[in-house]
C-alpha cells in the first residue's frame, strides 16, 4: 500500500497517535470524532508530540507543518467514504464497535480495509458485522502510537491473506514491526501484560506494598522500564477493566477477573493520567 488516504476514527490518545505516525510519514490523514472538543484535543496532541520531536533534533519544523496540514478533521463519519483503509480507534466496547464497523461498511468503497485498533475484541466477530469480512483485520498498535515499534496484526478467520499482506507492508512503511497473531481475547500483548497489571492491583489492594512500592519492585527486581501501577495510569484504567472483563468472559477462568479494586477506582472516574488520578497523582 502507498502514499494512500488513511482514516482513522477517533481523536484519542490511540487515534491521534495513529493519525500522527501516518501523516508524519507523508500519508493523507481524515481524523474523526463526535465531539469538535475531542478533534481539537487530539490536534494539540499531535501539535506537542511533533514539538517534542523536534526539540530532540528528530524533525524539522518543515516536517511538522507537513505532518498537520495532511491532517484533515471532521465530525461526520461520512469524511472517511473516500479513504483506503480505515482504522477504527473508539472505546473498547463491543456494542459500539459493531455498530461502527457495520456503517463503515455501508459508506466506504468495496476495495476499502476496515480495521481495528482494538485491544482485546473478536476481530472475527467485527468482520460478521460488514459485507467485507475478508478485509477486515486488527491493527493493534501501542501507547504512545509514535515511539511504540510494536503492530499486533490480527487475522479473524475471514481475514484474507491479500489483506494481511497489504497491513504487514503498511506497517512497515510506517517504521513499524508487526507481528502476526491469530484471533484469541487479548492477543499476544494483553493476553500477558493485563493480567499482570490486574495482580499488582490485587496486591495493592490485599495491602502487600504501597503502589510506590509494588512499582519500584517490578522496575527493579525484573527489569521493568515502568511499573505495572504507573503503566496501568498511562494506559487507563478503564481500559485494562475493558480488557480484563473481556478475558474473564472469554474464557471462563478465575485467574481472569478484574480485581475489585480495578472497578472501584474506575467506578470513582479515577482512570489514571488521562483524569490526573489513578494510582498516583498527575
Not at 1 to 14: D, E, F, P, Y
Not at 52 to 59: D, G, H
Not at 173 to 183: I, M, S, Y
Request: with cysteine; hydrophobic share 45%; aromatic share 6%.
Amino acid at each position: 500500500m502507498t502514499k494512500q488516504k488513511i482514516g482513522v476514527l477517533g481523536a484519542g490518545t490511540m487515534g491521534n497517535g495513529i493519525s500522527q505516525t501516518f501523516s508524519l510519514c507523508g500519508y493523507d490523514v481524515v481524523m474523526v470524532d463526535i465531539a469538535q472538543a475531542a478533534v481539537d484535543r487530539g490536534l494539540k496532541t499531535i501539535s506537542g508530540s511533533l514539538d517534542r520531536l523536534i526539540k530532540k533534533e528528530k524533525i524539522s519544523e518543515a516536517d511538522k507543518a507537513g505532518a498537520l496540514g495532511r491532517i484533515q478533521t471532521s465530525l461526520e463519519l461520512s469524511a472517511l467514504a473516500d479513504c483506503d483503509l480505515i482504522i477504527e480507534a473508539a472505546v473498547e466496547q463491543l456494542d459500539l464497535k459493531l455498530d461502527l464497523f457495520a456503517k463503515l461498511d455501508a459508506l466506504a468503497r468495496p476495495g476499502t480495509i476496515l480495521a481495528s485498533n482494538t485491544s482485546s475484541i473478536s476481530i472475527t466477530r467485527l468482520a460478521a458485522a460488514t459485507s467485507r469480512p475478508d478485509r477486515v483485520v486488527g491493527l493493534h498498535f501501542f501507547n504512545p502510537v509514535p515511539l511504540m515499534a510494536l503492530v499486533e496484526i490480527i487475522r479473524g478467520l475471514q481475514t484474507s491473506d491479500e489483506t494481511y499482506a497489504a497491513m504487514e507492508a503498511l506497517a512497515k512503511a510506517v517504521g513499524k514491526t508487526p507481528v502476526q497473531v491469530r484471533n484469541s481475547p487479548g492477543f499476544v500483548v494483553n493476553r500477558m501484560l493485563c493480567p499482570m497489571m490486574n495482580e499488582a492491583i490485587f496486591a495493592l489492594g490485599e495491602g502487600l506494598a504501597s503502589a510506590a512500592e509494588i512499582d519500584e519492585a517490578m522496575k527493579l527486581g525484573a527489569n521493568h522500564p515502568i511499573g505495572p501501577l504507573a503503566l496501568c495510569d498511562m494506559i487507563g484504567l478503564d481500559i485494562e477493566l475493558a480488557v480484563m472483563q473481556v478475558l474473564f468472559e472469554s474464557f471462563k477462568d478465575p485467574k481472569y477477573r478484574p480485581a475489585p479494586l480495578l472497578v472501584e477506582m474506575v467506578e470513582a472516574g479515577y482512570l489514571g493520567r488521562k483524569t490526573g488520578r489513578g494510582f498516583f497523582s498527575y
